[in-house]
């Protein structure tokens, strides 16, 4: 197993387009989540999915965030309209369940840049 | 909000024991304390997580005081790889019933040789 993949690392973009990342778990993982980290700061969370229901979305993930996860696999994160505010970090993870043993498998990021 | 309070940063020698603070006075009683680390342009990985017991794994111990309000990850001997930022956390319970990681801003840890 590879551990959690995210596509791409880097993400370069002008201001007002939209983009969209790939999140791959690991392959027994049912549960997904998302978290956007700004330099200096810790990660913090967007939004969780238990299979393919999204069950959590933050108040950080407004209107022009949408994220799926299709069959419970890979899960795509859109932002729409991109704004230079957009710009950090985007980090996936997975675990299988969630009990307090659970450790969460975090990938390596997309770095988005909006410019 | 982080329900933890860590120093912003240490610094250490190489193979010296570095010892990372973390204050978490909310605690609840069924709170298990989790330590990530993040390295540069990575994402973070998994260290240790305790309830009351000290704990001991290959990469660290975490020790935990009596009244459970703190805590302090150790790193018995520093080496140059272990420069990173160290999360102390404590999950979240979620409206739909499951948990999530509140990052604070982590300790970065500084390594010198």
């Known amino acids: 197993d590879t551990g959690v993949s995210q596509n791409p690392r880097h993400k370069i973009t002008k201001r007002g387009q939209n983009v969209t990342f790939r999140c791959d778990p690991i392959s027994e993982h049912n549960r997904l989540y998302w978290y956007r980290q700004t330099l200096g700061q810790g990660p913090e969370f967007l939004t969780y999915?238990?299979?393919?229901?999204?069950?959590?979305k933050s108040r950080l993930l407004s209107d022009r965030f949408s994220a799926e996860r299709p069959k419970g696999s890979f899960s795509t994160l859109e932002i729409q309209r991109t704004e230079q505010g957009d710009s950090a970090m985007y980090l996936c993870?997975?675990?299988?369940?969630?009990?307090?043993?659970?450790?969460?498998?975090f990938g390596q990021g997309t770095r988005l840049t909006v410019v | 909000d982080a329900k933890t309070t860590q120093p912003n940063s240490m610094e250490s020698n190489e193979e010296e024991p570095v010892h990372l603070p973390c204050n978490h006075s909310t605690i609840s009683g069924t709170d298990y304390i989790h330590w990530y680390r993040q390295l540069p342009s990575q994402g973070p990985e998994y260290v240790i997580h305790?309830?009351?017991s000290n704990v001991n794994n290959r990469m660290a111990s975490l020790a935990i005081a009596e009244d459970r309000k703190s805590s302090t990850l150790i790193l018995h001997r520093a080496t140059l790889r272990d420069a990173a930022v160290y999360y102390c956390i404590l999950r979240d319970e979620t409206t739909s019933g499951t948990y999530k990681y509140i990052f604070g801003t982590g300790t970065r840890l500084k390594v010198l040789a």
């Open positions: 993870a997975s675990t299988l369940g969630q009990g307090e043993n659970t450790e969460a498998f």
């Open positions: 305790g309830l009351t």
């Open positions: 999915f238990q299979n393919e229901a999204q069950l959590e």
